[in-house]
T-cell receptor, first 116, second 117 residues
Framework: GENVEQHPSTLSVQEGDSAVIKCTYS??????FPWYKQELGKRPQLIID?????GEKKDQRIAVTLNKTAKHFSLHITETQPEDSAVYFC???????????????FGKGTKLSVIP | GAVVSQHPSRVICKSGTSVKIECRSL??????MFWYRQFPKQSLMLMAT?????????EQGVEKDKFLINHASLTLSTLTVTSAHPEDSSFYIC?????????????FGPGTRLTVL
């Protein structure tokens, strides 16, 4: 099955600096890579996603890049703000199993702390 | 946007009792719902995939007789933790895939914190 590795596990940045979180995946057939932000005790919220036919996607201060050859994708947050502090999870969708599952495999998460 | 609700949000029960958690898609039809378990400071671990009208597919290591899943309609899936024990205490989160979404976006419920005494 799919295996997703995420680094770093914790990340502290000064307010206004950029933060980068990296993930690698194992299944070359994966074609969908979402990023989720989870605040303590709350549900994961989709913040950005990228599909395998695109190399980069931006949404204001957030961008995601995908390198299919190397099987890695990264989340970039610029001009970080204290409210960006949360746990971020990357995920990858592996092979469609035929049962309509569209399962996501999650990375272990990165705790981002933005220091004012 | 797509909304998924979960009930209850928090439950405390005695060891040996069963607990039912509901997951509902409020404004879309979900042919597939997923159940995750999350321990403190850890990632989401997929427990099972629930397809409407058919049996759930459980991940390796997840006891199907302990975690009963029913997906009786396109908007409701339930997870029943049977004979709960303290080690079952965790944050359980469901997600639903929008039938009308041509890709893979999943929408998460707010989670249920289960504490077994």
């Amino acid at each position: 099955g799919e295996n997703v590795e995420q680094h770093p596990s914790t990340l502290s940045v000064q307010e206004g600096d950029s933060a980068v979180i990296k993930c690698t995946y194992s299944d070359s057939a994966s074609n969908y890579f979402p990023w989720y932000k989870q605040e303590l005790g709350k549900r994961p919220q989709l913040i950005i996603d990228i599909r395998s036919n695109v190399g980069e996607k931006k949404d204001q201060r957030i961008a995601v890049t995908l390198n299919k050859t190397a099987k890695h994708f990264s989340l970039h947050i610029t001009e970080t703000q204290p409210e960006d502090s949360a746990v971020y999870f990357c995920a990858a969708r592996g092979l469609y199993s035929g049962a309509g599952s569209y399962q996501l495999t999650f990375g272990k998460g990165t705790k981002l702390s933005v220091i004012p | 946007g797509a909304v998924v609700s979960q009930h209850p949000s928090r439950v405390i029960c005695k060891s040996g009792t069963s607990v039912k958690i509901e997951c509902r898609s409020l404004d879309f039809q979900a042919t597939t719902m997923f159940w995750y378990r999350q321990f403190p400071k850890q990632s989401l671990m997929l427990m099972a995939t629930s397809n409407e009208g058919s049996k759930a597919t459980y991940e390796q290591g997840v006891e199907k007789d302990k975690f009963l899943i029913n997906h009786a309609s396109l908007t409701l899936s339930t997870l029943t933790v049977t004979s709960a024990h303290p080690e079952d205490s965790s944050f359980y989160i469901c997600s639903a895939r929008d039938r009308g979404n041509s890709y893979n976006e999943q929408f998460f419920g707010p989670g249920t914190r289960l504490t077994v005494l």
